[in-house]
Structure formats: structure tokens, C-alpha cells
């Protein structure tokens, strides 16, 4: 298989000659900063053409991970590469990985078109391409503009606009969706699917569930510095927890009772409803309609990526918040909430 040469979908391409398919790969990549072990013998892969999502509590290690890919933080232990090569050993580096690492690392007194301009210039990139890249994220109104100044929001931009720069085959985005409006979090979306779709791996790290259900194939899901689950979403879900289908009927006991004499696991659910767990849509249809009991409902429930998540990652989680007036494990309400309250460690 091979990428579309010239990728033009996007804004067109500044190499000339197809590569070879991307792929991030780590192999028992660790890292311990003192007695904190960050990363801890992490090996996944990133394949092309889809956008992988890497989930993890906050401090799991993922921006280390990501730091790591990108030569920033060097590994205590094992390795990651870029289609088998590391960071440093790219001649180009900007021009086979783009990054999205910490949005405010920029020159503060530096414009927006002064910062991009020296990454290109350092890397054999066009000026034209900081033009291009400027408008893609919307900032050309304000690329003279010091960066220091900007907005959160305005200097994802600016970041997404530095990862682009180089028209890399591989492309991380760690939390790149912070700070953005309504409309940055969708056009966010959608760039991270065209850029894929045109053949690019692209690895991003988000909190925001729904947001990730909805834009990524795969998922690295890590906890506490180790793997939990390389697979696709789809997978994730289906593989950690048991099918059930709601059903609504007139004859709600009668039902209850058909569906337990089929031998189906059956509880009350929600309004009046009953849930079976661990069968089918067409076995719960068959069983009504075979004791002749009418249904106003039969759908299939699916649970969702951020429950999944959430009980996946439940006892690797080190930041707990409490909320108001809803003591956790005893404590009294009022208590110090939100982030930052470190349990466990
Ligand atoms: N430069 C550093 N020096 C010391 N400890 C560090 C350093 N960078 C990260 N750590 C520690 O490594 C662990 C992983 O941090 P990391 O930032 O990689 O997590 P994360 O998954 O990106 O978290 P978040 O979701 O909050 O962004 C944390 O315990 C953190 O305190
Ligand atoms: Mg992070």
C-alpha cells in the first residue's frame, strides 16, 4: 500500500517524492524521573492512515511518551522509533514529525509568523509554507502579532500550525483541543481525520471521551505508566463489557417474566423499561413475539467510550477532586475540592 503522493488535500505538499508508511513503534520504553517511574516498559505501535487516540489518567506518562517520541526526554530503558528510525537520527526532523507538545512553549516577544518562519528556516522549509500553514489555522489576521499575548485557545493554533509546518508523515498532538472553542474542537476533529485519511499517523492525547469516540480508530489506553490496551475503539468497548438491550413494553411484568423463562438475564431499567444483559436485540424480539407481548422499544445499548474508560483506568487513577455536599469515602463535605488532592502515592 502506499501514501497518495503529493497529499494535496490539505494544502498541498512540500515533498516531491512518496514515503514510506509511518509508523510510531516503542519497545519496553521507560522512564523514571528519580523514584517516579513516568513510563514504565511501555511497547505499542502507531500505524498510518487512522488516528490513534493515547488515553491515560492525568500523570500516566503520556506526555512523557509523547516527549520521548520526539527526543525531548531521553528513555531510562528500551526505545522508540519513527518507521524504525529515532528522533535524532532524522536528517529532517520537522519534515518527517510534527508536534503539538505544550502550546505555550514559544519566544513570548516573538510574532506568530516570526516563530514559524525560523522553524522553517532551520528545517528547509519554504516561506511560502508559513503563509499557508498561518491560514489553515486562522491565525493570518494576527501573525504579526507577539505570541506571548495570545490567547490559550490562539496558541494551540499557533502549535497545531508548528506541527503542520514541515508537511511530517507523523504528526502528535498532546491535548490539542485545550482551550479551543466549540468551532476550534471540531475543525480540530476534522483536520486530525483528513490528515489521516491521507495516509499520515497521527497520535493524540485527549481527556475529552466524546471527543476521541468520535475522531479516533485506535487507542493506546495506559495507567500508571503501563500499557492497558493497544487496540481500536470499537474493540476497546466491545471487549469490556457485556451487550444489553433495552425493551419497552405495555406488559412490562409479563415481559420480565417471558425473557427469564428464555433463560435471559433480566432487570428494571429506567422509566419502566427492562434491561437484558448478555443478549441479543433479535433473541429479546423473538422471545416477546413468540408469547405474542407487543414492544414499544427494543434497542441495543452501547456503552460509552468514557465509561469504558472510566472503569478500565478506575484503581490507576492518583488525582482525586471531591465535590461538594457528596462526601467521598468519608470525608466531610466542604472538604478542599478539586484537582491536585494526590491519593495513593
Ligand atoms: N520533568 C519531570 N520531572 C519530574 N517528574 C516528571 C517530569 N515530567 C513528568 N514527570 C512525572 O511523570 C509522571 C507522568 O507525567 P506526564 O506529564 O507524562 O503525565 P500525563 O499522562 O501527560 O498527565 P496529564 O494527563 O496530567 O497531562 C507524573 O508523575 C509526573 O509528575
Ligand atoms: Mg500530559
Redesign the pocket.
Known amino acids: 500500500m502506499c501514501r497518495p503522493v503529493g497529499r494535496s488535500g490539505l494544502l498541498g505538499s512540500i515533498h516531491a517524492e512518496p514515503r514510506a508508511l509511518p509508523v510510531i513503534s516503542a519497545v519496553g520504553l521507560s ?1 523514571s ?2 523514584s ?1 517511574r ?2 514504565d516498559e511501555l511497547s505499542f505501535e502507531v500505524r498510518s492512515g487512522v488516528v490513534t487516540g493515547f488515553l ?12 520521548m517520541v520526539m527526543g525531548l ?1 531521553r528513555p531510562t530503558a528500551g526505545s522508540v522509533t519513527i518507521n524504525g528510525v529515532g528522533y535524532h537520527d532524522l536528517r529532517w526532523p520537522l519534515r518527517e514529525v510534527g508536534a503539538l507538545l505544550e502550546a505555550k512553549a514559544v519566544h513570548p516577544g516573538r510574532s506568530a509568523y516570526a516563530h514559524l518562519l525560523s522553524l522553517a528556516q532551520t528545517n528547509a522549509i519554504p516561506r511560502s509554507r508559513v503563509d499557508d500553514v498561518l491560514a489553515m489555522v486562522g491565525l493570518e489576521g494576527v501573525s504579526r502579532r507577539k505570541a506571548g499575548k495570545f490567547s490559550l485557545g490562539m496558541s494551540q493554533r499557533l502549535g497545531i500550525a508548528s506541527a503542520l509546518l514541515g508537511d511530517p508523515g507523523v504528526l502528535l498532538f ?2 490539542p483541543i485545550n482551550g479551543l472553542d466549540p468551532e476550534g474542537i471540531l475543525w480540530v476533529r476534522n483536520l486530525l481525520k483528513s490528515l489521516a485519511a491521507e495516509g499520515r499517523t497521527v497520535f493524540v ?1 485527549s ?1 475529552l471521551m466524546s471527543e476521541m469516540a468520535q475522531t479516533a480508530t485506535d487507542l493506546v489506553v ?1 495507567g500508571r ?1 503501563r500499557l492497558i490496551s493497544d487496540t481500536s475503539v470499537e474493540n476497546f468497548i466491545a471487549s469490556n463489557t457485556e451487550s444489553t438491550v433495552l425493551v419497552r413494553t405495555p406488559e412490562t411484568e409479563r415481559l420480565q417474566g417471558v425473557l427469564a423463562a428464555a433463560g435471559l438475564r433480566v432487570a428494571p431499567g429506567a422509566d419502566g423499561g427492562l434491561v437484558v444483559t448478555g443478549a441479543t436485540a433479535v433473541q429479546v424480539g423473538e422471545a416477546a413475539h413468540a408469547a405474542s407481548v407487543m414492544l414499544h422499544e427494543l434497542s441495543p445499548q452501547q456503552a460509552s467510550l468514557e465509561e469504558v474508560f472510566m472503569d478500565m483506568t478506575s484503581d490507576m487513577v ?1 488525582y482525586h477532586g471531591l465535590t461538594p455536599d457528596a462526601p467521598v469515602d468519608g470525608a466531610p463535605a466542604g472538604a478542599p475540592s478539586g484537582a491536585g488532592a494526590e491519593v495513593g502515592r
Open positions: 522512564k524521573y528519580g517516579t513516568a513510563v491515560g489518567p492525568n500523570g500516566s506518562g503520556k506526555s512523557t511518551t509523547m516527549r526526554d498532546d491535548e492525547s481527556h495506559i505508566g492518583d
